[in-house]
């Protein structure tokens, strides 16, 4: 099986996103929200490591490369709300209410809180990216698991075995700090090896064509069935996890067997529908999404928060309430409006940068000559 970049991976990422989306604008829809909670948050790190790649560069350039691929988005898109919220309540609320220092601290911290919220009341807790920017946090937890997962590579010379021992060990001290401190470290520290356990199941699936074998070989078909019947048993008794606060269910390493089949059973629907007969059954409206998902992460609530405003003002002119029908259709809505609107405003921002990459290209061609 090829490794490049395949239109089911963004068809893979477009359906994670969508879920992600569709929780945040507080929609449910029956089994979705339950099912899709499963793997929308751990199929990024899951296909992260299927595309990994050990290449011939030094671990400080891969750092590089990394850093400018997430977090300097982190930064932007921080920064954007940070000086957007800023000048909002300044023009229209005379001076500063919800921007301050700690929204600045919650931006270095990278959580959604300081304390897990099953230990620790609402109003002792202390809450970080409060300005529509809650979704940036994943961006520094990738960052920083990939680091991790690159330097054991590198270490232990892809040797998966030792790799994995480490993470297991890693996974035993995250499993005892979650049960003694409260506290949710910066840069999802404490998740680290959770994350990374995700990474090494991506790679692994990669290296070993387990997709294309399941798809084939009979033996891999009836592990695959197997595993999504249990899934199904412990998904219903550990119910869905919030990776962003450090909720697992009842049990961390149920939910991350959870976290594995689930990723894995989304990953092998859409490769079996592109890959697995004569021509692709995936809707090309797919695929498009997954090549801006880091975008649409980081930008939706912003956009969300405009429509919502709209919807409110037209269910108050129409006297409907918020929980009727037609607002929670509108606010459906607003899901494949914020994804084509963010991937169509990324698409043209790649045209002109490659329009101006190409121009200089041709100036610098020019000049030689």
Known sequence: ??????????????IAIFIVL???????IPGVNFWGGMFYVPVFFVLAGFTYRTKEISYREFIKEKAKRLLLPYLAANLFYLLFF???????????????????????????????????????NVFFLHLQNAPTWFLPALFVSLAVFDGLMRLFKEDLKRTGLVISIGLFLQFFYHYISPVLLPWSLDAVPFFTALLEVGYSIGKTDFLEKA???????????AAGTVFVLTALWNGSANLSIGEYGKSMIIDLYNAVTASFLIMLLCYRAECGGRRSYLPRILYKPGKYTLTILCYHLFVFLFLQSG???????????????????LRFGMIPVTIAGISCAGSILNRIRERKRNAQGMKRSIFKQ
């Open 1 to 14: 099986m090829k490794k490049k970049r395949e239109g089911w991976l963004d068809a893979v990422k477009t």
């Open 22 to 28: 569709l929780n945040h604008a507080q929609v449910g």
């Open 86 to 124: 800023a000048c909002k309540e300044w023009v229209v609320d005379g001076g500063f209410h919800t921007v301050g220092m700690q929204s600045v601290i919650g931006i270095l911290y990278a959580r959604n809180q300081l304390y897990l919220s099953a230990r620790t009341m609402p109003e002792k």
């Open 215 to 225: 798809c084939r070989d009979k033996k891999a078909s009836l592990f695959c069935l």
């Open 311 to 329: 919807i409110a003002v037209l269910c108050e002119m129409a006297g409907m309430r918020e929980d009727s029908v037609v607002p929670v259709l």
